[in-house]
Structures are given as structure tokens and as C-alpha cells.
Nanobody, 116 residues
Framework: QVQLVESGGGLVQPGGSLRLSCTAS????????MKWYRQAPGKERELVAS????????NYADSVKGRFTISRDNAKKTVSLQMNSLKPEDTAVYYC?????????WGQGTQVTVSS
């Protein structure tokens, strides 16, 4: 059974930091491209960051470049998103996504709220 479980969301003040984690099971994480998406109320889901299977290539949305860092630990089957200098416009539900050889998998999402 494939599972992606996100954690680490919460309420943070503008300028603060959060670290999201995604724990994978039921498929081969080490050969999968991993991505973080987010969806704010009334908006479409958008790609925030992606990382290649061995972590050699990363890509970021322009809106988060220089503030967010995606990383992975294939041995621990986790993918993380370090978010610094958070802004109110970063408020959204954040989703972990795996692009595996046999399908596309999603977590249930974790809420991030940036507010004073």
C-alpha cells in the first residue's frame, strides 16, 4: 500500500520558518522524482519545488527561490521542505507528490498558515 504522510505544518509568524517532512512507504522512493505542491483557498494547486531521484537536480517556483530548500534522504524514505522567511502569501495546504515508475502518488496535505 502506497503512503505519503506529510508533517510539520502549523501556524507561524511572517519571517518565521517551518520544516515540512514527507515519509514514504509502499513504493521505491529512491527512483522517484519528488515534489512539493501547495494550494491556497480559491487558487489552483501550484508546484513549489521538485528534486530528482538522487537529489542532484532541484527546481523551485520563482516565488520561493532563495527561501525554500527541498531535500531528500532515500535511506530514511523522507523528503523535506525547509521554508524560511515565510510570508502570508505562503499560506496554503502543502502536498507531497511522488512521480514513480508505476504511478503518481499524493499525500493528504499539511496546512501552513503564516499570520501575525
Amino acid at each position: 500500500q502506497v503512503q505519503l504522510v506529510e508533517s510539520g505544518g502549523g501556524l507561524v509568524q511572517p519571517g518565521g520558518s517551518l520544516r515540512l517532512s514527507c515519509t514514504a512507504s509502499g513504493f521505491r522512493l529512491s527512483t522517484s522524482t519528488m515534489k512539493w505542491y501547495r494550494q491556497a483557498p480559491g487558487k489552483e494547486r501550484e508546484l513549489v519545488a521538485s528534486i530528482s531521484s538522487v537529489g542532484s537536480r532541484t527546481n523551485y517556483a520563482d516565488s520561493v527561490k532563495g527561501r525554500f530548500t527541498i531535500s531528500r534522504d532515500n535511506a530514511k524514505k523522507t523528503v523535506s521542505l525547509q521554508m524560511n522567511s515565510l510570508k502570508p502569501e505562503d499560506t496554503a495546504v502543502y502536498y507531497c507528490n511522488a512521480v514513480a515508475w508505476n504511478g503518481d502518488y499524493w499525500g493528504q496535505g499539511t496546512q501552513v498558515t503564516v499570520s501575525s
